[in-house]
Every structure is written in structure tokens, then in C-alpha cells.
T-cell receptor, first 113, second 114 residues
Framework: AQSVTQLGSHVSVSEGALVLLRCNYS??????LFWYVQYPNQGLQLLLK??????LVKGINGFEAEFKKSETSFHLTKPSAHMSDAAEYFC???????????FGKGTMLLVSP | ETGVTQTPRHLVMGMTNKKSLKCEQH?????MYWYKQSAKKPLELMFV???????ENNSVPSRFSPECPNSSHLFLHLHTLQPEDSALYLC?????????????FGPGTRLTVL
């Protein structure tokens, strides 16, 4: 069984500030982990993924995430927020050979000028 | 067309209507998915097709009926829906590479049931 917990349904930051979106997972198999972003009225777009190679994963738009097995975490960060980062972010977990993803409830990122 | 496309983008229907949602993937993938996204709820996986065969049905009511005629097309047939079925319906596709299924999503169909 797999599950994902995203702490905070909303996170607010100022433009230029650090972005930190939290994700903790539970998995009975070695996990594969994903972060997706969803802009209003659009589908989900993959930001980055962890598939058991490097624990620090770099994605698009300056985002990165670090897999920490001891903490069962995969938090998403960006050093400096832009207004265009305002969107909803979803963390998801899967496993080797599993075609299905289990998603968290999502975190809405709000960026103020 | 590239990626995953969905039509229509918006749909309003009454509870007695019958309508269909269409999804097409142009990525050469062999797995396709339907998800339901409601406000304040996690994404709910509805159906999974691998090589046109349904491999997962997450206790979805029979008023939702999927159809996968080939590995590029996926339909969701709707009939006698309820207002609580109003949601964004997302289609996705994937191809296993080294054990990883990275899913690519379409833009969704916003469904409103009156």
C-alpha cells in the first residue's frame, strides 16, 4: 500500500522568497516519487521525478527535490519564487513496475509581489 | 496534435443525458488512465488500461463506462449522472521505461451536471 501526505493545503510566499512544499510518503516497496504542477484550467505537468538514482533531483523551472529515505520525505524547493510559480502542486508515489500513481491532496502555492 | 488531448474541454449535461468524453494520446504509450478531480479531494484514479485491456477499476459507479478501442484512444461514456459527479476529468497515458511509468496528462474536461 502507498500513500502521500502533503502538509499545508496552501502556502504563501513573497516573490523572491524560498519556496518549500512538503511531501511525506508511505510505501511497501522502494518508491518512485513525482512532483506535478497544475495551472488553472489545465492538466498536470511533471516537474521532476525520483527513480532511485541521485537523491537530489532537479526539475524544470528551477525546482528541485531531495529524497530522504530516513524521513520518508520528498520536499520540493525553489530558491526564489516567481509570480508565474503560483499554481497547485501535487506529490505522487509509485513503485517499480507499478503503472498507477497515488497522489497527495495538493498544495496551492500563492506568490505575492 | 501533440501529447495528450481531450475533448470536449467543457461539458454541461442534465442528469438524464448521455454523453462521452474522448481522450487521444500521440505519444505511442501503451497505458491510459481516467482520473476524477473534485474540489478539495485528492485525484481519484478511476480506470486503467494496459494494451487496451482494463487492469483497474476503482469501484467506479456503473454510470461511468470506459472504452479503449486501441492504445491511442480512450473514452468515458456517461449516463444518468448525479450533480456530485461534476468535476474535472483528466486523462493520462504512460509507457514503462526501466520500471517507471511517468504519466502525461491531458488538459481535462470540466463536467457540470445539472
Amino acid at each position: 500500500a502507498q500513500s502521500v501526505t502533503q502538509l499545508g493545503s496552501h502556502v504563501s510566499v513573497s516573490e523572491g522568497a524560498l519556496v518549500l512544499l512538503r511531501c511525506n510518503y508511505s510505501s511497501s516497496v522502494p518508491p518512485y516519487l513525482f512532483w506535478y504542477v497544475q495551472y488553472p484550467n489545465q492538466g498536470l505537468q511533471l516537474l521532476l521525478k525520483y527513480t532511485s538514482a541521485a537523491t537530489l533531483v532537479k526539475g524544470i523551472n528551477g525546482f528541485e527535490a531531495e529524497f530522504k529515505k530516513s524521513e520518508t520525505s520528498f520536499h520540493l524547493t525553489k530558491p526564489s519564487a516567481h509570480m508565474s510559480d503560483a499554481a497547485e502542486y501535487f506529490c505522487a508515489v509509485s513503485g517499480r513496475g507499478y503503472s498507477t500513481l497515488t497522489f497527495g491532496k495538493g498544495t496551492m502555492l500563492l506568490v505575492s509581489p | 496534435e501533440t501529447g495528450v488531448t481531450q475533448t470536449p474541454r467543457h461539458l454541461v449535461m442534465g442528469m438524464t443525458n448521455k454523453k462521452s468524453l474522448k481522450c487521444e494520446q500521440h505519444l505511442g504509450h501503451n497505458a491510459m488512465y481516467w482520473y476524477k478531480q473534485s474540489a478539495k479531494k485528492p485525484l481519484e484514479l478511476m480506470f486503467v488500461y494496459n494494451f487496451k485491456e482494463q487492469t483497474e477499476n476503482n469501484s467506479v459507479p456503473s454510470r461511468f463506462s470506459p472504452e479503449c478501442p486501441n492504445s491511442s484512444h480512450l473514452f468515458l461514456h456517461l449516463h444518468t449522472l448525479q450533480p456530485e459527479d461534476s468535476a474535472l476529468y483528466l486523462c493520462a497515458s504512460s509507457q514503462e521505461i526501466s520500471g517507471v511509468h511517468e504519466q502525461f496528462f491531458g488538459p481535462g474536461t470540466r463536467l457540470t451536471v445539472l
